[in-house]
């Protein structure tokens, strides 16, 4: 079965930081997305990628947050000079022509 | 977008069936019906999709009535691995928006 690929699982990061976390969504998809959940909350919807270009994007998502999808493969979330409040899992998502959106395992961010 | 109105918990035993019923009055026309399973510390698990009736898949079996203002999600003869939290989400297919959102979904807890 396909799968959408993350990396790394965990990363530790001193507050102020920039951080990349990386993805590797299904290779005929055509969407893409980021989301967070933070312990104990719901899955928040971050920003949608499509036909190489931010599609949507919700409030969380502010100027501290970048997507890139650099080459034909990866689907990057850059989070600039982070906060302790960013700690949080972060999912990457793709989906193809149907309703289906595929998650990653997930990136867990710790930022002390 | 559709208001999504699910139970925030139930429990069941194991070897019983498992039926979670998602209200979703304004879904539009467009808009399909999509259940994800999330176990902890991992991303959403696509289950079942439909628009309209029954769909039926080796997991699960998914219940619309011709409304389709709700939707129930029906799990066989659920084990102990089954517990987790289970979103319904009505994904939006038109005008290129598709935005997978997630409400608190529902924890399952299955019992010995």
């Known amino acids: 079965e396909p799968e959408v690929t993350q990396t790394p699982s965990h990363q530790v990061t001193q507050m102020g930081q920039e951080v990349i976390l990386r993805c590797v969504p299904i290779?005929?998809?055509?969407?893409f997305y980021w989301y967070r959940q933070i312990l104990g909350q719901k899955v928040e919807f971050l920003v949608s990628?499509?036909?190489?270009?931010?599609?949507?994007k919700s409030e969380i998502f502010d100027d501290q947050f970048s997507v890139e999808r650099p080459d034909g493969s990866n689907f990057t979330l850059k989070i600039r000079s982070t906060k302790l409040e960013d700690s949080a899992m972060y999912f990457c998502?793709?989906?193809?022509?149907?309703?289906?959106?595929?998650f990653g395992q997930g990136t867990r961010l710790t930022v002390v | 977008l559709a208001k999504i109105t699910q139970p925030i918990s139930m429990d069941s035993y194991e070897g019983q069936e498992v039926n979670i019923t998602c209200s979703h009055n304004?879904?539009?026309?467009?808009?399909?019906i999509t259940w994800y399973q999330q176990f902890p510390s991992q991303g959403p698990r696509f289950i079942i999709q439909?628009?309209?009736t029954k769909v039926t898949n080796e997991v699960a079996s998914l219940f619309i009535p011709a409304d389709r203002k709700s939707s129930t999600l029906s799990l066989p003869r659920v084990s102990l691995s089954d517990t987790a939290v289970y979103y319904c989400?009505?994904?939006?297919?038109?005008?290129?928006?598709?935005?997978?959102?997630f409400g608190r979904g529902t924890s399952l807890i299955v019992h010995p």
């Open positions: 998502a793709s989906m193809g022509t149907r309703a289906e959106a595929f």
């Open positions: 290779s005929n998809h055509l969407y």
């Open positions: 990628f499509y036909n190489n270009e931010i599609s949507e």
């Open positions: 304004n879904i539009a026309t467009n808009d399909y």
């Open positions: 439909g628009y309209k």
């Open positions: 989400l009505v994904v939006p297919i038109s005008g290129g928006s598709y935005i997978p959102t």
